[in-house]
T-cell receptor
Framework: NAGVMQNPRHLVRRRGQEARLRCSPM?????VYWYRQLPEEGLKFMVY????????ESGMPKERFSAEFPKEGPSILRIQQVVRGDSAAYFC?????????????FGPGTRLTVT | KQEVTQIPAALSVPEGENLVLNCSFT??????LQWFRQDPGKGLTSLLL?????REQTSGRLNASLDKSSGRSTLYIAASQPGDSATYLC????????????FGTGTRLQVTL
């Protein structure tokens, strides 16, 4: 059973470009979470999604960031017009159930560098 | 607002020693608590999950305890090995949006030969 998959593992973007980060949850998991780890800081929650629904986006910056989890295909975290402060590791996690507090399984992360 | 603190921030021990990592949280209304390890430049590996109704969980040389009322958890590692060297993170899931994890800043562990 493959774990949570994220791609790309490393992404370099110039200021002003768009970054698209993809996450495929574990088989049978319909709950996806995105977290961000800034350099020398802890992981911070960004957004929680179920298939075709955003459940909680309280940690998502109001501008430039968006997330989706379509009926088919991976979850996508999109960052428009990237700035240097967006450089971080972005982790995706999945669980088989959400509000019942199931264990979250994390992917290897995407390391975004904005030049 | 939930805040999670981990002490110590860094720890270096000789191989074979037993050790305890501490985690405290400010809001005792949690759904569960998870311990993870993170290797440099890598993702997170889930070690143990303790539901709020439980007192402890064990996996191999690892034992995690939870005292919800006092807002504390400990991770006990027995007979440490160099391969245990990593950053250990604890995270709590609140009862509101139960799925959202709030992380501590971690304890960086180095086990020396």
């Amino acid at each position: 059973n493959a774990g949570v998959m994220q791609n790309p593992r490393h992404l370099v973007r110039r200021r002003g470009q768009e970054a698209r980060l993809r996450c495929s949850p574990m088989k049978g998991h319909s709950h996806v979470y995105w977290y961000r780890q800034l350099p020398e800081e802890g992981l911070k929650f960004m957004v929680y999604l179920q298939k075709e629904n955003i459940i909680d986006e309280s940690g998502m910056p109001k501008e430039r960031f968006s997330a989706e989890f379509p009926k088919e295909g991976p979850s996508i975290l999109r960052i428009q017009q990237v700035v240097r402060g967006d450089s971080a590791a972005y982790f995706c996690a999945s669980s088989p159930r959400g509000t019942s507090g199931g264990m979250q399984y994390f992917g290897p992360g995407t390391r975004l560098t904005v030049t | 607002k939930q805040e999670v603190t981990q002490i110590p921030a860094a720890l270096s021990v000789p191989e074979g020693e037993n050790l305890v990592l501490n985690c405290s949280f400010t809001d005792s209304a949690i759904y569960n608590l998870q311990w993870f390890r993170q290797d440099p430049g890598k993702g997170l590996t889930s070690l143990l999950l303790i539901q709020s109704s439980q007192r402890e969980q064990t996996s191999g040389r690892l034992n995690a305890s939870l005292d919800k009322s006092s807002g504390r958890s400990t991770l006990y590692i027995a007979a440490s090995q160099p391969g245990d060297s990593a950053t250990y993170l604890c995270a709590v899931s609140g009862t509101g949006t139960a799925s959202k994890l709030t992380f501590g800043t971690g304890t960086r562990l180095q086990v020396t030969l």
